[in-house]
């Protein structure tokens, strides 16, 4: 069956502009997660949804960032007025909640602010 | 909180050549453990994993046991081919979030 999917797989943005970054995961997951991949920072957890609510946001870094998920499907990461330092491969990952289920992750989108 | 210290590196080999990369843990619970691989291009894949201690973990030639009592999950591959090629991150899973390991690159030269 299809994997998580991201979109888009790239983007460039001007700083100061706002950018969505959307995550498909796979069907019948109700777990999602939100990661970041940087250089120096590693990988990140940002943020975790149980079917559309978020019980754990703790690892977003600041207030220009902001996630939903809706349907216990689609999540939409957005970042307003993006800085330099939000330059990142975002990954999302899904899995079936409960018991020792693996996270599957997606391919990523990679955020370039200039 | 939970987190993860694994070798840097960057890490680089001859084919069949043994290949180890080190990995300890700080969590207050009993966490499962887990090495990714990122090969270049591609997406983040489990390489394998261990839920409690003593148990090892393996896939495609690789392996790591749980070892509690020096808090440890270091990978192993006795030789590795170019095609391992990769960035690996340990990880730990303590609920429902995983936290990483700063990821080593690992070459592997013809």
């Known amino acids: 069956g299809a994997g998580v999917s991201q979109s888009p797989s790239n983007k460039v943005t001007e700083k100061g502009k706002d950018v969505e970054l959307r995550c498909d995961p796979i069907?019948?997951?109700?777990?999602l997660y939100w990661y970041r991949q940087s250089l120096g920072q590693g990988l990140e957890f940002l943020i975790y949804?149980?079917?559309?609510?978020?019980?754990?946001k703790s690892g977003l870094p600041s207030d220009r960032f902001s996630a939903e998920r809706t349907g216990g499907s689609v999540s939409t990461l957005t970042i307003q007025r993006t800085q330099q330092e939000d330059s990142a491969v975002y990954l999302c990952?899904?899995?079936?909640?409960?018991?020792?289920?693996?996270?599957?992750f997606g391919p990523g989108t990679r955020l370039t602010v200039t | 909180g939970d987190s993860v210290t694994q070798m840097e590196g960057p890490v680089t080999l001859s084919e069949e050549a043994f290949l180890t990369i080190n990995c300890t843990y700080t969590?207050?619970?009993?966490?499962?453990l887990f090495w990714y691989v990122q090969y270049p291009g591609e997406g983040l894949q489990l390489l394998l994993k261990a839920t409690k201690a003593d148990d090892k973990g393996s896939n495609k030639g690789f392996e790591a046991t749980y070892r509690k009592e020096t808090t440890s999950f270091h990978l192993e591959k006795g030789s590795v081919q170019v095609s391992d090629s990769a960035v690996y991150f340990c990880a730990l899973r303590d609920d429902y979030k995983l936290s990483f390991g700063a990821g080593t690159t690992v070459t592997v030269r013809a």
């Open positions: 069907s019948g997951h109700t777990a």
């Open positions: 949804f149980q079917g559309n609510s978020a019980p754990d």
């Open positions: 990952a899904s899995r079936i909640a409960g018991g020792r289920s693996e996270q599957y």
């Open positions: 969590a207050t619970g009993y966490p499962s």
